[in-house]
């Protein structure tokens, strides 16, 4: 059960980073009413990068210990 919590977890990351990545490329102005150049475009999309590799991080561990609980009880809910 708590493999398909994670997918879930990690399903719903991905949709909000996707959805996150295509409003910053189709958008013209920030909320500051900055033009968009790609310039700025992409240092924004680097900046989302960079919280995705810190989420990464963070799913990757949780997996380390669902597998390690799991392993502990001996069951294998894969």
Do not use: C, E
């Amino acid at each position: 059960m708590k493999i398909k919590l994670w997918w879930i977890v990690n399903i719903f990351w991905i949709v909000l980073i996707l959805g996150n990545a295509v409003n910053i490329m189709l958008r013209k102005y920030d909320g500051a009413g900055i033009y968009q150049t790609n310039q700025l475009k992409f240092a924004t999309l680097a900046i989302l990068g960079v919280f995705l590799i810190f989420i990464g991080l963070f799913q990757w561990l949780a997996l380390y210990f669902i597998k390690r609980s799991d392993k502990k009880q001996g069951k294998n809910d894969q």
